[in-house]
Structures are given as C-alpha cells and as structure tokens.
Nanobody
Framework: QVRLVESGGGSVQTGGSLRLSCTAS????????MGWFRQAPGKEREGVAA???????NYGDSVKGRITISKDNAKTTVYLQMDNLQPEDSAMYYC??????????????????WGQGTQVTVSS
C-alpha cells in the first residue's frame, strides 16, 4: 500500500500563492499518476490537477492558468503551485495516486492511494 503525505496548506489572502507537496512512500505503477482533488463543505469533490510519469499534465477547468503541477525526478513527490488564489479555491486538498493516465485521473471516483488532506483557506 502506497502512503501519501501532504504538506503546504495554509491561509492566504485573495491573490496570494501556496505550494502544496505530496510525497509517496514508494514509487510503483500505482503512482503512475499523482494529483490533487479538493472538496469544500457542501460541495462535490473536484479534480484539480494530475501528472503522470510521462510528464503529461491535466488540469480542472476552474484552475487552468492559475495552478501548475510538477513531479520531482524521483517521481515520488508531486508539487502543486497555486497562484492568484481566490476564495472559491478554499477547500481541503487531497493528494492521490493511481495507475491510470493523467487524462483519466481527474475523472476517477476512487483512486488507489489517498492522502489525509491539507486545508487551503483563501480570505477576501
């Protein structure tokens, strides 16, 4: 079982930036794609961004142009750089890993691995 550990959440004002990190305990085919989902109270879970081991990225429509996902050379840590944050970006952000491609990742209802989550709060 792959364990995912997130860090980097916090509170910022509108227009601010945060960088989230997620490290997998091991690299395997189950972490071919790693990415982020978010969920705010009373809202459905939303796919934010994903990247696979080929470096192919995929972004949710609501964050395109403001968020960049990247993976380290060891392919066990994924970073989510979030800029120009807005109050609607406030949510619990969860890291996830799965064997599928990044294109399929954001549509998954369940993933092979799931982190504990890190809170992002954007105040106006």
């Amino acid at each position: 079982q792959v364990r995912l550990v997130e860090s980097g959440g916090g509170s910022v004002q509108t227009g601010g930036s945060l960088r989230l990190s997620c490290t997998a305990s091991t690299r395997s085919h189950n972490t071919n794609s790693m990415g982020w989902f978010r969920q705010a109270p009373g809202k459905e879970r939303e796919g934010v961004a994903a990247i696979d081991d080929d470096g192919v990225t995929n972004y949710g429509d609501s964050v395109k142009g403001r968020i960049t996902i990247s993976k380290d050379n060891a392919k066990t840590t994924v970073y989510l750089q979030m800029d120009n944050l807005q109050p609607e970006d406030s949510a619990m952000y969860y890291c996830a890993g799965d064997p599928v491609s990044s294109r399929a990742f954001l549509k998954l209802r369940r993933t092979h691995s799931w982190g504990q989550g890190t809170q992002v709060t954007v105040s106006s």
